[in-house]
């Protein structure tokens, strides 16, 4: 994670004091930090990034230099949720192989230190847009921001995930029939966000239209996204990829579909080009952005990429769904959170739309 810049005006950026119901004893964290961080060296200030619902994100200040600390929200968490420890794995893994994330300093399970599980990384500095028509660049530096987003998707599926340690990071083959099943049942599981009948429609649709298994494994983001990257203070160049906590062994043309839904998404759920002038703005087009990846990866086309796309935006309404869910429970760490709760109608509507078209 990284500070925010130059943007503070946007309420997903920049840090705050730590918030009601997030804090923690820092005096342990100190000492835990003095025993596992090289180099460390206190006093040190903590505050809280308004970024990131899911797991609580801090910013930990010292005389030298700033860490990030993430953690499991603290309350009731549904199973399997929350994995910081996953998270910890695979930044270890593919900062080890040369991929562009931060790098990991240590990662704690021992609930007493700070009342749930953490791990703490380099804070890498640079740029997030959350604006994903990248206001403020040139058409020439903002293609060029599209084409390293392109080849880092491209770079991370390239990895064979024994040869950097993560053949054990997931179930490889079936990852439609697993990934539907285990969306669909999170979604009905969570009784306090209630059901909806536009997302019912569409889980019947995924598990009735199907593609066959291919067999096809690689290690995936899961949330990739313009917002989820540090980019270089000055060069069209990813620092950092941020935010694994979906992160698994999956299909990597499904990762990379979830990544292409930036050209359908509303701005006002997420980073998106929905309504944006993409010619007008420098921005590779859909097709041409396809095709970048395709040539990047030896591919031909993406073949189901229909179905690619309603699987995602169903996958992302379950997430909001669960966001929803965490707001009505009062575990939800983001300030934004109740507004994401209400946007989970709309992509459910929009997942719909590509079983429609």
Known sequence: M?????????????????REGYGFDEAALVRWMDANVEGFAGPLTIEQFKGGQSNPTYKLVTPARSYVLRRK???QLLRGAHAVEREAKVLLALHGAGFPVAQVHGLCTDDAVIGTWFYVMEMVEGRIFWDAT??????DERAAIFDAMNAAIAQLH???PEAIGLGDYGRP???????VGRWSKQYLEDEAAGRNADMDAV???????????DGSSSVIHGDFRI????????????LAVLDWELSTLGHPLADFAYHAMMYHM?????????????????????ADYVAAYCRRTGREGLPDYRYYMAFNFFRLAAIFHGIKGRVIRGTAANAQARERAQAFPELARLALGFTQA
Do not use: C
């Open 134 to 139: 990248v206001p403020g660049v040139s058409n």
């Open 203 to 213: 889980i019947a649709w995924l598990e009735d239209n199907m593609p066959a298994d």
């Open 227 to 238: 917002d989820n990257m540090i980019f270089h203070p000055t060069e069209p160049r990813v």
């Open 73 to 75: 929200p603290p309350g």
């Open 173 to 179: 083959g079936n990852y439609f029939a697993r990934q």
């Open 266 to 286: 509303p701005p006002h759920i997420v980073a998106g080009l929905g309504e944006a002038d993409i010619a007008a703005l420098g921005i590779p087009n859909e």
């Open 2 to 18: 990284s500070e925010v810049a130059p943007d503070l005006s946007d309420a997903n950026s920049g840090t705050s004091a730590v």
């Open 158 to 160: 390239a990895f064979d």
